[in-house]
């Protein structure tokens, strides 16, 4: 079952699995050839042929070489099928974090996602060599408990008894241990996402001297932790000692069969040396089919959190069209839409128009619906009822391409990778003409050449060593590089001084005459400014005009000047 769904995560190639399974297949059937090489030297030793004995130390070497050889060709197959697995399922979590809805983040955390995508993908791609190796454990202990059958019949029988026994005690113990390795994963989950916590609010935790409680949280947490682990630690310990302890009775038990034998006659010292062989070898291929099965087991939480973030699904799930139209003029429509959020109606049968080329105002009280009015437009959220049309087609047809590189956001604290000026706006597009050019237009291009080492300065901790006037106007310019026809603003100008908010609203009268804007705003001077107005309240439409109208007969708006 774990396999199973490992491989329905769709990150495999069936050219390098040919490759692993057929190179451990090889391995493991050329070391079953030394024990039978190695009875046949010592059997014509025995007898005084040394011609014939040294055929068979050379067949030995040969032998020996040749599951060298195996060996490498079976790491080399490893290798490059484990890093097609981790680049592959790195990329397609990525690629899922980037598109799923704004309720992705509330089901799933930030550290739940971050430990999936390394530490748990790099232990789950080594499970398709896990799994070919134990397929052909299992086919090498059967042929070796044929050939033991054979040679006796009581030898081999004893044998698959003991075998039997030590499966059963490992299915037992290992169906626990994945019951608390789950556990001690959730509470890691939880120690993480605090610590993260702790750096992200340091500032709050100083003040008002909350360190004793966070403390207190963290050790519940690490103590639920420790529960977990060391329960899951001895039932895996239980299986460590179980498994040699049977094996290593039985390999006493075959000794003294086979001594008996030889001690009567039945069989030669080269019969003692095959069936030694070949138990050995079923107790050195049980060991490592052990191994490989209790690594399998092991990834079950993984491979389960791998498979929760790229199988997400809600009734709200988006969907990519297949319209591939780029040319877009930016006319906006919402035709009585209506949005359904935790149970609570946020969006009430809502209709409006926007025009390309047009600056539109959208206001209203904290709550009333107007970020939801963007989060709709981005395709974070599905409508419940109604339609919402960019350039008169449902916004849900369009691609996913052509559909996020036409509409983009600027928000009120955007943010910024840990990366230099130059990198953080190659991230929406490379070329530096372009570059220069979008900077230029909103002013930030002097301010960027006048640093020690201008695009090319290092922005650290989300640009914490720039202005926020500052990483606002990269920002923009990043936004613009995007050729979005069309521009979003939410409330970019609420955390900025006079000058920079100044600055801004001179790059929105230019920016208009190329791009449909809309604007979430507080400030009145920006509504003033616009087209148009939209007045929102308790998720509902109730003003729709310019400021002149709407100050003289809305009220909505009228409270909102006060």
């Known amino acids: ?97 980037t598109t799923y809805d704004e309720n992705f983040s509330k089901k799933i955390s930030t550290p739940y996602i971050v430990n999936t995508a390394f530490s748990d993908v790099g232990n789950v791609m080594k499970i398709p060599d896990q799994a070919f190796d134990t397929i052909v454990e299992m086919t090498s202990i059967t042929i ?12 081999g029988i ?124 079923i107790q050195n291929e049980f060991s490592n089919f052990f191994d490989k099965l209790n690594n399998i087991s092991a990834n079950t939480t993984r491979i389960d959190r791998i498979y929760n973030v790229l199988h997400y699904k809600t009734k709200n799930m988006l969907d990519f069209g297949q319209n591939n139209n780029d040319k877009i003029r930016g006319k906006i429509e919402f035709k009585n839409v209506s949005f359904t959020y935790d149970r609570q109606e946020v969006m009430k049968n809502v209709s409006f128009e926007i025009q390309p080329k047009s600056f539109t105002a959208i206001v ?27 350039d008169g087609e449902n916004i849900y047809d369009y691609s996913k391409e052509v559909y996020s590189s036409n509409v983009a956001i600027v928000t009120q604290k955007p943010f910024i990778f840990d990366m230099s000026i130059r990198e953080n706006l190659s991230l929406v597009d490379s070329n530096h003409e372009h570059q220069i050019a979008a900077c230029k237009k909103v002013g930030i291009h002097d301010y960027i050449m006048g640093l020690k080492d201008g695009y090319n300065t290092k922005l650290i901790s989300d640009a914490e060593n720039i202005s926020s006037g500052q990483k606002q106007l990269i920002a923009l310019a990043r936004t613009l590089l995007s050729k979005a026809e069309v521009l979003l603003f939410d409330e970019v100008t609420s955390t900025l001084d006079m000058n920079t908010s100044k600055q801004i609203i001179t790059i929105l009268k230019k920016l208009k005459q190329e791009h449909t804007i809309l604007m979430i705003t507080h400030k009145p001077q920006l509504m003033k400014l616009a087209d148009e107005i939209l007045v929102i309240d308790d998720g509902r439409l109730v003003g729709k005009g310019n400021h002149k109208e709407l100050n003289k007969n809305n009220k909505y708006y009228q409270i909102l000047q006060k």
Not at 146 to 155: A, G, K, P, Q, T
Not at 191 to 207: A, H, P, R, T, Y
Request: proline residues 1%; hydrophobic residues 45%; glycine residues 4%.
């Open 158 to 281: 004893s044998t698959l008894l003991l075998s039997l026994v030590s499966l059963y005690a490992i299915a037992k113990n290992m169906e626990k241990k994945e019951h608390y390795l789950a556990g001690q994963r959730k509470y890691q989950d939880s120690i993480s996402g605090l610590m993260g916590q702790v750096l992200d609010g340091s500032k709050e935790i100083k003040s008002f001297n909350m360190k004793e409680d966070i403390c207190n949280y963290l050790e519940n947490y690490k103590k639920l932790w420790r529960k977990n682990y060391f329960k899951k630690r001895r039932y895996s310990d239980n299986i460590d000692v179980l498994v040699p302890l049977i094996m290593g009775f039985g390999k006493i038990l075959v000794y003294f069969i086979a001594i008996w034998l030889i001690l009567n006659g039945k069989y030669d010292v080269a019969m003692l040396v095959l069936v030694i062989g070949y138990y050995e070898n």
């Open 1 to 97: 079952m774990i396999v199973k769904k490992f491989f329905s995560l769709g990150a495999n190639n069936k050219k390098l699995l040919f490759h692993l399974f057929f190179s451990a297949f090889l391995r493991s059937i050329s070391l079953l050839l030394l024990p039978f090489t190695a009875s046949k030297i010592v059997e014509y030793a025995t007898i005084s042929d040394f011609k014939t004995t040294i055929i068979w130390i050379f067949l030995f070497l040969i032998s020996s070489l040749v599951y060298v050889l195996f060996h490498h060709y079976n790491f080399v197959a490893y290798k490059n099928n484990s890093i097609f697995t981790h680049n592959k399922l790195q990329q397609l979590i990525l690629n899922k974090v």
């Open 144 to 155: 070796s408990l044929i050939i033991l059958i054979n040679v006796s019949v009581f030898i």
């Open 364 to 390: 209203g009280k904290s709550g009333s619906g107007k970020s939801t009015i963007f989060r709709l437009l981005l395709r974070l959220y599905k409508a419940n009822k109604g339609q919402i049309l960019l």
